[in-house]
Nanobody, 127 residues
Framework: QVHLVESGGDSVQTGGSLRLSCAASGYTGSSVCMAWFRQAPGKEREGVATIYRTSGYTSLDPSVRGRFTISQDNGKNTVYLQMDSLSLEDSGMYYC????????????????????WGQGTQVTVSS
């Protein structure tokens, strides 16, 4: 089981930036896919970004493409989500998740594909 701890959430104004971190510990060998999901009140959890840890292949939801970047530091077993040009629609609880590779290319973006989840970190964007 992989233990995930997110950090970096905060309150920012529109146009601002945040960097979220997800530190993984425990047996991470089979968790080759890591992802960031977010959930706003009353809405379903949605995938934001994924990274295939073996190759570094990344994918981003179209709503954040060009503004968010997912990256990893293998030495620290940490995945980051750099968020720039934040908008009101980016507000929500952000969760880090880890799981096996199921998609043919890169990593799956559906929550059901992930086994381990962090507790979440809150991002609030205001005007």
């Amino acid at each position: 089981q992989v233990h995930l701890v997110e950090s970096g959430g905060d309150s920012v104004q529109t146009g601002g930036s945040l960097r979220l971190s997800c530190a993984a510990s425990g047996y991470t060998g089979s968790s080759v896919c890591m992802a960031w999901f977010r959930q706003a009140p009353g809405k379903e959890r949605e995938g934001v970004a994924t990274i295939y840890r073996t190759s570094g292949y990344t994918s981003l939801d179209p709503s954040v493409r060009g503004r968010f970047t997912i990256s990893q530091d293998n030495g620290k077993n940490t995945v980051y989500l750099q968020m720039d040009s934040l908008s009101l629609e980016d507000s929500g609880m952000y969760y880090c998740a880890a799981g096996p590779k199921k998609a043919l290319v890169g990593c799956d973006v559906t929550p059901e594909s992930y086994i381990s989840w962090g507790q979440g970190t809150q991002v609030t964007v205001s005007s």
